[in-house]
């Protein structure tokens, strides 16, 4: 393993917030450099461009996961074992709880453990690892150990017809845990700068990948080593009358009702939280100061969903500014149905409803 | 990127038919005269004396179990065809090439003995008695499925024989078929529990925990270890340490079996199930294939050769093992056994057709079950005031 620590990326910032919103959910990367030469492409090749960068980047970094030498279920390991060696990129056994406790171990003598679980619905038998050992790992050692470099990505949501395990949206779970971050990316771009960001990030990470979005989200990604911000939400579109919140697929249906609602004059902010533990709390508090009004919306049920989290904490930063109750606009609480999938998802005309009858409360 | 083929020769897969396929008498018309076959391999066995290799058989249950893998094969072929037309939506695993281990399961045990397995369950439920209009109109989404179309193709149940399902998620159904063994012991009822799992599967953590407490507590569990040699794209060499599946129990017995013989599973299951009721727990590793690849959404030509599935239609194939018995036996001709087929086909088509005439679930459907009737919970509009319902 020669040393290879060049090129570590450098944080971008983002300047859409000044921008109107052309098409698509897509942002624009700024950087300090020149810009760098950025080519088309979908989800699961930036998702792969990320992890070549991170592997390339720091040699004590690894992928591993079920079927991921062969490039995974999603083709997002696709080439990282010709190019890295098996030693680095390689399958494990089917065994989720170890694949993340070896995760950790490896994590902890200061690698970067990149672990892969195939589905979002299969991370449940790592729920323990991931709680009770990553997340506390810093806390009860009073800082002798830690798991930073750990950074566990799995592919989440609806997808059509997925059915009852190949569709659920589990982050809320995750978000209950002090000590892990959980990061959803948009788009293909948000997807690699976020990405690289998680891997670095000095704490353990779950990453949830949209995977309806895989081969669907294109636009044009720098090809070069890139960061986006933890924990920063972004604007996506301005508006005055109603803020709404939300993350990954989902805003890309939000956006869909914000066109919609802006044909009857509403006019709607719309806001991508992006790191949804630990949360940008100012940015959305400053948006509903300014709206009035707040709107969540998520795959996952509404009950316990990280949208009651959002709700209540805008509620108490907000509470003499709010003219109307918060919306949740959230997949029902039933398990996620296999025919029933579009009656349980939070759809553009559902939303489009509650952005009326918040306007109108 | 193709995956690359296992490197094991393909010969490994195929072992000779002929040999072990001999007859001790002829038989012509009488339907319930013994006739004596011998296993095609003998048994490989851990802490534990195998079971013989002969088993006595009759021109009836040659022809049932002609009949039966007929029938669970051609479901299987309608089933890709349905799925290639989007009238299957959802995740579908496919069975055919494995007939031999639900034939011969149920052969040898009663509908009070319970069966649990993952999501490859299609037959597995026609063996317990299931209908073909049930799995179709499953497979579809329909209220007439088995599970009132809210399952789909890896939920399929069937409580009165004894089903336990279909589960999604690699591993979870082996700790619940030990409870179920446990239930039955408690109630000091002879019967047993199979709980069957994958090659793949067979490296979750949750099955040694299942093990240890089966053995521990002396539950009639069986435990069964469909061995196909892949999990998803894996070969089991890549996964496993030790892909002696039916040694993996240390302390618990086992029986490695060709699970492409329908006697030899039939015998290895009686013989379990004596075991289990006495003894405890045993394992059965059953060497098995699937043709069709792990789901839909794979081909199965990427990580293994089309040379290797050919070879074992060609040398293995459960279904063809038996026509050449009955032929050998003069039991029925070439052409009744054609027959037979084609019949199949017909009611596989039929059951189709029936099932595409049932409707979808009522919408009201997505909220019942979430919790038992009555004690439901609240569905809200997005305005969380005027569309508001208790839920069925
Ligand atoms: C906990 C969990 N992890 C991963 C998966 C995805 N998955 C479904 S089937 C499968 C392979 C299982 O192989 P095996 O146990 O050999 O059974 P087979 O499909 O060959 O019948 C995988 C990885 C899952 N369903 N559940
Ligand atoms: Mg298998």
Avoid at chain 1, 35 to 54: D, T
Avoid at chain 2, 127 to 143: N, V, W
Avoid at chain 2, 183 to 194: H, I, L, M, N, P
Wanted: proline letters at 5%; one cysteine or more; aromatic letters at 10%.
């Amino acid at each position: 393993m020669g040393s290879n620590f060049r090129r570590i990326g450098k944080l971008a910032s983002i300047s859409s917030k000044n921008q109107s919103w052309s098409r698509g959910f897509s942002s624009t990367v700024e950087r300090s450099d020149q810009l760098s030469p950025s080519k088309s492409v979908n989800l699961f090749s930036a998702i792969n461009q990320a992890l070549h960068i991170a592997l390339d980047s720091d040699p004590r970094s690894y992928v591993f996961g079920e079927d991921v030498g062969f490039g995974g279920v999603f083709r997002c390991t696709t080439g990282l074992a010709d190019r890295f060696g098996k030693q680095r990129v390689f399958n494990t056994p089917l065994c989720e709880q170890g694949i993340v406790g070896f995760a950790i171990g490896l994590a902890a003598m200061d690698n970067r453990a990149i672990a892969e679980i195939q589905f979002a619905d299969y991370i449940f038998p790592a729920f323990d690892q991931i709680v009770n050992e990553a997340a506390k790992f810093r806390y009860r050692s009073g800082n002798q150990f830690n798991c930073g470099g750990l950074t566990i990505r799995a592919p989440y949501g609806a997808v059509g017809h997925g059915g009852h395990y190949h569709s659920q949206s589990p982050e809320s779970f995750f978000c209950h845990v002090p000590g892990i971050k959980v990061v959803i990316p948009r788009s293909p771009q948000q997807a690699k700068g976020l990405l690289l960001s998680s891997i670095r990030d000095p704490n353990p990470v779950v990453f949830f990948e949209p995977k309806l979005l895989y081969r669907m989200a294109v636009e044009e990604v720098p090809e070069d080593d890139y960061m986006l911000p933890l924990s920063e939400a972004e604007v996506l579109r301005e508006g005055t009358d109603i803020t709404l919140v939300g993350w990954g697929a989902q805003l890309s249906i939000m956006e869909q009702a914000c066109v919609e609602a802006a044909k009857e004059g509403i006019s709607c902010e719309l806001i991508d939280l992006k790191t949804l533990i630990p949360w940008d709390k100012e940015t959305v508090e400053a948006s509903v100061k300014k709206t009035g009004r707040l709107l969540v919306s998520h795959e996952a049920p509404v009950t316990g969903g990280f949208g009651a989290e959002i709700s209540a904490s805008i509620a108490e930063r907000c509470f003499t500014r709010l003219e109307a109750p918060v919306a949740r606009v959230c997949g029902l609480d039933t398990p996620f149905p296999l025919v029933f999938e579009p009656f349980y998802l939070p759809t553009k005309n559902k939303i489009l409803d509650a952005i009326k009858s918040s306007v109108n409360y | 990127m193709a995956l690359s083929t296992s490197r094991r020769a393909i010969n490994q897969f195929i072992k000779p038919l002929s040999s072990s396929v001999y007859a001790t008498r002829r038989l012509t018309s009488d339907s319930t005269a013994t006739i004596t076959v011998e296993t095609s391999l003998p048994f490989t066995a851990h802490n534990i004396d195998p079971p013989s290799r002969s088993i006595t058989t009759s021109p009836n249950e040659l022809m049932t179990f002609f009949s039966d893998m007929a029938e669970m094969r051609r479901m299987e072929i309608a089933a890709d065809s349905l799925y290639k037309a989007k009238l299957i939506r959802g995740f579908c695993h496919l069975y055919d090439g494995q007939e031999a281990v639900a034939v011969g399961m149920e052969s040898a045990i009663t509908r009070k003995d319970c069966i649990i397995t993952a999501y490859r369950d299609h037959c597995i439920f026609l063996g317990r008695g299931g209908t073909l209009l049930e799995s179709f109109a499953e497979l579809m989404g329909r209220k007439e499925g088995c599970s009132r179309g809210k399952g789909g193709s890896m939920h399929f149940y069937k409580k009165e024989g004894g089903f336990y399902g279909g589960h999604g998620i690699v591993g979870a159904q082996v700790p619940l078929g030990i409870g179920l063994a446990f239930a039955q012991k408690y109630s000091k009822e002879e019967y047993v529990t199979f709980a069957m799992y994958g090659d793949g599967a067979a490296n979750q953590g949750q099955l040694f925990e299942a093990l240890n407490m089966a053995a521990l507590w002396d539950l009639p569990a069986i435990l069964v270890c469909e061995n196909n040699h892949y999990g998803m794209g894996t070969a089991e060499w890549r996964a496993a340490k030790s892909p002696a599946y039916y040694k993996r129990g240390d302390y618990v017995p086992g029986l490695k079996v060709d699970g492409m013989d329908v006697f030899a599973v039939k015998q290895a299951c009686k013989f379990a199930k004596e075991h289990a009721l006495k003894n405890g727990p045993i394992i059965l590793e059953m060497d098995t294939y699937r043709y069709h690849g792990h789901s839909m959404s794979d081909p199965g030509s990427t990580y293994r050769t089309r040379d290797e599935i050919s070879g074992v239609r060609q040398e293995r194939d459960p279904i063809e093992r038996i026509r050449k018995l009955i032929l050998a036996h003069d039991i029925a001709t070439e052409k009744e056994l054609k027959d037979i087929e084609k019949e199949k086909r017909k009611i596989v088509d039929e059951a189709i057709a029936k099932a595409k005439e049932s409707p979808m679930p009522d919408p009201s459907e997505l909220f019942t079950n979430v919790y038992v009737k009555g004690f439901g919970v609240e569905a809200c509009g997005a305005d969380r005031k005027e569309v508001r319902a208790t839920l069925p």
